[in-house]
């Protein structure tokens, strides 16, 4: 892994592929991945530099499936745990294609805190007070980031930096991208990877709102699998079950909407335009949704619909 280094040029020359990204980091990296898997003619071009430079982070890959489960029904949940599952998987496989292993580990674990003998039911993956699962995966994402764009470029899908996108134009079966530097760029559908690019050309994904919660009076407990209470009496996290008749707490909703740190994905085909697909994940750290995206936008683009993207476009 020690002296990897890739120079990553400008776009210097008008180009034509099947689909472009547009972002850097692992995100994109991952999606050209799979694209190019597929045998999708793919590439990549990024304002900036395509690499974050987090050259020693580690991080639990999976941590953002409990956050998602709580505002989704049983079966639901079980089509998310799946795509989850499957999504470990395939990187599993993606690590074993690279040159390094990128301090890949995976320990699966269930914690349990109560006395599973009186337990009617042993189910995974969804949290209660009792049981929990954690795949315990973890890599170091400086070295996977280099090992893809090393991939990519070894298997020649072409990557570009320090090239900013000035205009889209859309059709029917063309999208044309134009940079500062008056470079064309024609593909069949665009992948936008970074929110705020994509805010700005195509208003999304919108911000999300969260009202604010006030304690007025007694406990705060959790119920029916759903979270409200984390760490402060005003910071909602999850969306309440307004059945509180006999729990001795009285609350209310103020008139107020405050913007929320915004975790959530967003993966969708857009609506207006189906050229655009989204593959946004708005925590940084955490990637395994990236690789879903991923996954679920290739087989759209083949003709091939699941029913698992329109439930990630819904997690918002």
Same mark, same amino acid.
């Given at each position: 892994?020690?002296?990897?280094?890739?120079?990553?040029p400008e776009l210097d020359s008008d180009l034509v592929v099947d689909v472009l990204i547009i972002g850097?980091?692992?995100?994109?990296?991952?999606?050209?991945?799979?694209f190019k898997e597929k045998e999708i003619n793919t590439a990549i071009i990024n304002s900036e530099?395509?690499?974050?430079?987090?050259?020693?982070?580690?991080?639990?890959?999976?941590?953002?499936?409990?956050?998602?489960?709580?505002?989704?029904?049983?079966?639901?949940?079980?089509?998310?745990?799946?795509?989850?599952?499957?999504?470990?998987?395939?990187?599993?496989?993606?690590?074993?294609?690279?040159?390094?292993?990128?301090?890949?580990?995976?320990?699966?674990?269930?914690?349990?805190?109560?006395?599973?003998?009186?337990?009617?039911?042993?189910?995974?993956?969804?949290?209660?007070?009792?049981?929990?699962?954690?795949?315990?995966?973890?890599?170091?994402?400086?070295?996977?980031?280099?090992?893809?764009?090393?991939?990519?470029?070894?298997?020649?899908?072409?990557?570009?930096?320090?090239?900013?996108?000035?205009?889209?134009?859309?059709?029917?079966?063309?999208?044309?991208?134009?940079?500062?530097?008056?470079?064309?760029?024609?593909?069949?559908?665009?992948? +936008?990877?970074?929110?705020?690019?994509?805010?700005?050309?195509?208003?999304?994904?919108?911000?999300?709102?969260?009202?604010?919660?006030?304690?007025?009076?007694?406990?705060?407990?959790? +119920?029916?699998?759903?979270?409200?209470?984390?760490?402060?009496?005003?910071?909602?996290?999850?969306?309440?079950?307004?059945?509180?008749?006999?729990?001795?707490?009285?609350?209310?909703?103020?008139?107020?909407?405050?913007?929320?740190?915004?975790?959530?994905?967003?993966?969708?085909?857009?609506?207006?335009?189906?050229?655009?697909?989204?593959?946004?994940?708005?925590?940084?750290?955490?990637?395994?949704?990236?690789? +879903?995206?991923?996954?679920?936008?290739?087989?759209?683009?083949?003709?091939?619909?699941?029913?698992?993207?329109?439930?990630?476009?819904?997690?918002?």
């Amino acid at each position: 892994m020690e002296g990897i280094f890739l120079c990553i040029p400008e776009l210097d020359s008008d180009l034509v592929v099947d689909v472009l990204i547009i972002g850097g980091g692992i995100t994109s990296a991952l999606t050209a991945y799979i694209f190019k898997e597929k045998e999708i003619n793919t590439a990549i071009i990024n304002s900036e530099p395509v690499f974050n430079n987090n050259a020693e982070i580690y991080d639990d890959i999976d941590t953002g499936l409990n956050k998602t489960l709580t505002n989704l029904n049983s079966y639901q949940k079980i089509d998310l745990f799946s795509l989850f599952l499957e999504s470990l998987y395939k990187f599993t496989d993606i690590i074993n294609h690279l040159d390094d292993n990128c301090d890949f580990v995976r320990k699966p674990n269930i914690y349990c805190d109560g006395n599973l003998d009186n337990l009617s039911k042993f189910t995974l993956p969804f949290s209660s007070n009792l049981l929990s699962y954690n795949s315990g995966t973890s890599v170091n994402l400086g070295k996977l980031e280099k090992q893809l764009y090393r991939y990519l470029s070894k298997n020649k899908v072409p990557v570009f930096e320090n090239t900013t996108v000035y205009e889209i134009n859309m059709s029917n079966c063309e999208t044309q991208v134009v940079t500062t530097d008056k470079k064309q760029i024609k593909c069949k559908k665009l992948i +936008m990877v970074n929110p705020s690019t994509s805010r700005l050309f195509f208003d999304k994904p919108d911000k999300l709102i969260i009202k604010s919660l006030h304690k007025v009076s007694g406990s705060l407990y959790q +119920m029916q699998d759903r979270y409200l209470y984390t760490n402060g009496m005003s910071e909602l996290k999850y969306y309440f079950i307004p059945v509180l008749n006999n729990k001795g707490v009285t609350y209310h909703f103020n008139d107020l909407s405050l913007n929320h740190d915004d975790t959530y994905p967003y993966i969708a085909v857009d609506e207006e335009y189906p050229n655009v697909y989204y593959n946004i994940e708005m925590d940084k750290e955490p990637f395994l949704f990236s690789l +879903m995206g991923a996954m679920l936008l290739s087989e759209k683009y083949l003709g091939n619909d699941d029913k698992r993207l329109e439930l990630l476009k819904n997690l918002r």
